[in-house]
């Protein structure tokens, strides 16, 4: 498990489907899923969070860990940053004296708590008392009101209820109905792509920018449709200013930022806003997680590749959940666009120099331990580098403020 442990990470977002934090886990050998591996790798995620320091730190976001009753009771625990951890405790822990009292001293301490996969046969009320959070997997409970049931069950305790594995819109509103306050699952990052109608006008204005600055067109005539979007202009420069960039001066003008940056990096922050210039119409968790897949892409091949292959790299991630975004198949939303053979093949087919890389961002995102460990053999990486690059992922979206 040490040897071959990957991160993997799935958003929690509120009922506005802001992010609100990521539950991180280490995924090894596909074959061994045991209670004995499952605690090695909570270890080994400690371990490797505790040893980043101020490298990963997430912002306001919590970082929700797999905690078992063993591993609560360890030193280790305190490596990891109180304020932004939750320990998801196993719903099958009992709650000896011993437990309590150390979640309650945990709690003292600022850590949070949470406990995962509850279950109405299972005798530990007293955890109840403890905890912040109480998990429960919509898959399981849906079912013959197993879910109102549970959901009725810890209204008197002052936990919040996180669903988990919510997979379609339907799901997600009994969660709401029922009073859950955060929500897991694949329907928050991968919605349904749909048959668009319309083009949200400030995904127009972008995609009309985006073409400009691919044929390198005149300053004035760029500058001249980002005018027609006052809040567009704003939003590219603040990121372009951001700490994720790291320009020792400040731009205050597109023209300024073409004279710094050049053609190729205003087209990369271009792609940032084209994600981001939909806000109302487009999930801000899907947002997040294609910057976050975009970032995560570029640092896979920073070793490998130059600069402006990064870059393309970059574009890749980030592009390749356009789709679900514009609500149209992919190869439509790349009529719309004019980008290189080798871009359309890594979005299209998941080939070409950009493919794997793509393809080993979306496994981490999915926790495919064994796609990971084939795609991470294919490029030469080592999983200390890919869990590196992810955490650093996060970290610089965090520090662009989206």
Known sequence: MQDHA??????LVDNQQKIIGYELLLRGDAKSANADDRLAAARVLANLLGNMGEGWQLGDKLAFIYAPASMLMEDLIELLPAKMTVLEIPGTTQPTPELLARCRDLRARGYRLALNDFDL????????????FVKLDVQKLKSDGHLEAHARALEKYPAKLIAKKVETQSEHGICKSLGFTYYQGYYFAHPETLKAKVIHPAYAVVLE??????????IKDIESSLKRDVALSF?????????GFGLSCEIQSLRHALAILGYQQLYRWLTLLLV?????????ALMRTAVTRGRLTELLGKDM??????DNLFIVGVFSLL???LEMPMDEVLDKLSLPESVTDALLNRQGIYGPFLELAEACEEGDSAHIENLAFSLQMEPETINHAHLAALAWVEALGI
């Open 235 to 243: 939003k590219l420069l603040r990121y372009i200013n951001s700490v």
């Open 121 to 132: 046969s299972r005798e530990n009320p007293p955890l109840f008392e403890v905890v912040n």
């Open 323 to 325: 789709d679900a975004m």
């Open 6 to 11: 990957y991160l993997a990470r799935q958003p």
């Open 209 to 218: 920018l985006l073409d400009k600055v691919r044929n390198n067109a005149e």
């Open 305 to 310: 590749l130059n600069s402006t292959e990064r």
């Open 276 to 284: 981001t210039a939909g806000e109302g119409s487009t999930s801000p």
